[in-house]
Each structure stands twice: as structure tokens, then as C-alpha cells.
């Protein structure tokens, strides 16, 4: 189990039981996917399949056409647009797809939840936008993302009446860039339930978003 493809496995397989444990999925549906690094390749979820039954071994290996390379079940019916976007923004390692119930709810409105909070302006750099109506089963929903999130500080799109997709550079950044999602979307719309939320300044939203990805967290220690 050491071979890009087994590690991508095993990580695709527990990163799904995030999104169980945040509370984003309910029943199948939902999904992550990563990139194997250095292939032309993707792991996915088996399509249908009950969150409490998947395994690396029912991991499902395709090329980035999301034809399958490896596995004993059919795809995730996103595997298209995982696979659309990962042919067309190469910078990116990994695309979670949600319902959350909060997140969908302003996808259901075709309405961009708007940056008004530091954590939203730390992690998303702006609102967080809204792509066009799509059909399952082509590429119109992985249009549809690389369309909207391409130049777009935003790792997440609430694709409209559909829900969240999430883009990171591995599959464990895109599943906490849907954690926030949800965690903003519900904050600013029991926000709303109050009054007009506040808006923040660009520059301070600009200098937030610096500060996060230069200075937060950890760094490797100066030898």
C-alpha cells in the first residue's frame, strides 16, 4: 500500500468520512476526489455506494477523461466534472462536491454568500460566488466550476440549484475549504435573519487573505 495510487486511495477513502463526521452528506451522495500525483490519473468515490461501506479497495482509479482505469464499480456520476476540472486547472490536486444544507440553500437561491465575516475573507478572499445551472452526467458542471473559479481567490462555487464544489491543492485542502463553506454560509444567514449583515473593506479583506496564506499556522523551522 505504498504506491502513489494505494496512498491516494487510503486518502480519498478516510477524507469521505469528514464529510460524514461535519455533517455535509446524507445518505450516497457527496464526493471527493484527488489527483494521483505525477499521473494523469484521479481516485473517486464508487458511485452509490454507503458512506459506511467505502474502502480503499472500492476506490475507483480514472484517467482524467474520467474513463475507469481501476475498480470493481462504477464512478461517482460527478466523475466528469472532477475530471474536467482537473484537465483544465493543473494546479489543482483535489474537488469535494456537496448538499450541505446551508451552502445549498444559498446555491438553491442563486445567490453568493457575501464576504462579511474574517474567517470568509481568511479562507475564500471574497464572496463566495455562485456558477451557472448544469446537468449531471457531462462536462457542463465541470464547465461551469473552472468558469467561475478560475482567477477567483474562492476554493469553493455554489453551482446554482445543485450545491458546493471545492477545489484545494490536495483532496484534504478542498475538504475543509467545504467545511467552511458550509460553517460561513449557516453564520451569515442567521446573520441575515437579524438584519443586513456589515460589510468589510476590500483593502482589509485583501490584507486578511495575505495574512492567512503568508503568516498563519505553521512554518518549517529556520535551519
Given at each position: 500500500?505504498?504506491?502513489?495510487?494505494?496512498?491516494?486511495?487510503?486518502?480519498?477513502?478516510?477524507?469521505h468520512q469528514e464529510?460524514?463526521?461535519?455533517?455535509?452528506?446524507?445518505?450516497?451522495?457527496?464526493?471527493?476526489?484527488?489527483?494521483?500525483?505525477?499521473?494523469?490519473?484521479?481516485?473517486?468515490?464508487?458511485?452509490?455506494?454507503?458512506?459506511?461501506?467505502?474502502s480503499p479497495r472500492?476506490?475507483?482509479?480514472?484517467?482524467?477523461?474520467?474513463?475507469?482505469?481501476?475498480?470493481?464499480?462504477?464512478?461517482?456520476?460527478?466523475?466528469?466534472?472532477?475530471?474536467?476540472?482537473?484537465?483544465?486547472?493543473?494546479?489543482?490536486?483535489?474537488?469535494?462536491?456537496?448538499?450541505?444544507?446551508?451552502?445549498?440553500?444559498?446555491?438553491?437561491?442563486?445567490?453568493?454568500?457575501?464576504?462579511?465575516?474574517?474567517?470568509?475573507?481568511?479562507?475564500?478572499?471574497?464572496?463566495?460566488?455562485?456558477?451557472?445551472?448544469?446537468?449531471?452526467?457531462?462536462?457542463?458542471?465541470?464547465?461551469?466550476?473552472?468558469?467561475?473559479?478560475?482567477?477567483?481567490?474562492?476554493?469553493?462555487?455554489?453551482?446554482?440549484?445543485?450545491?458546493?464544489?471545492?477545489?484545494?491543492?490536495?483532496?484534504?485542502?478542498?475538504?475543509?475549504?467545504?467545511?467552511?463553506?458550509?460553517?460561513?454560509?449557516?453564520?451569515?444567514?442567521?446573520?441575515?435573519?437579524?438584519?443586513?449583515?456589515?460589510?468589510?473593506?476590500?483593502?482589509?479583506?485583501?490584507?486578511?487573505?495575505?495574512?492567512?496564506?503568508?503568516?498563519?499556522?505553521?512554518?518549517?523551522?529556520?535551519?
Open positions: 500500500m505504498n504506491s502513489p495510487i494505494d496512498l491516494m486511495r487510503r486518502q480519498v477513502s478516510e477524507l464529510l460524514v463526521r461535519y455533517g455535509l452528506v446524507v445518505w450516497t451522495a457527496g464526493n471527493v476526489s484527488a489527483r494521483v500525483p505525477g499521473k494523469d490519473l484521479l481516485v473517486i468515490k464508487p458511485s452509490g455506494v454507503p458512506y459506511d461501506e467505502l472500492n476506490m475507483i482509479v480514472c484517467d482524467l477523461d474520467g474513463t475507469v482505469v481501476e475498480g470493481d464499480h462504477s464512478p461517482s456520476s460527478d466523475t466528469a466534472a472532477h475530471a474536467y476540472v482537473y484537465r483544465h486547472m493543473p494546479e489543482v490536486g483535489g474537488v469535494v462536491h456537496t448538499h450541505s444544507t446551508y451552502a445549498s440553500a444559498w446555491a438553491a437561491r442563486g445567490e453568493a454568500v457575501p464576504c462579511v465575516l474574517t474567517a470568509m475573507a481568511d479562507e475564500f478572499g471574497a464572496a463566495i460566488p455562485v456558477g451557472p445551472f448544469a446537468l449531471i452526467g457531462d462536462d457542463s458542471i465541470g464547465m461551469g466550476i473552472v468558469e467561475t473559479l478560475q482567477g477567483h481567490r474562492s476554493p469553493a462555487v455554489l453551482m446554482k440549484s445543485h450545491g458546493v464544489f471545492t477545489i484545494g491543492k490536495d483532496a484534504k485542502a478542498a475538504v475543509k475549504a467545504a467545511v467552511m463553506c458550509e460553517d460561513v454560509a449557516r453564520t451569515v444567514h442567521i446573520s441575515r435573519q437579524l438584519g443586513e449583515p456589515l460589510p468589510i473593506a476590500q483593502d482589509d479583506i485583501d490584507r486578511l487573505n495575505h495574512r492567512y496564506r503568508t503568516v498563519y499556522g505553521q512554518r518549517p523551522a529556520a535551519r
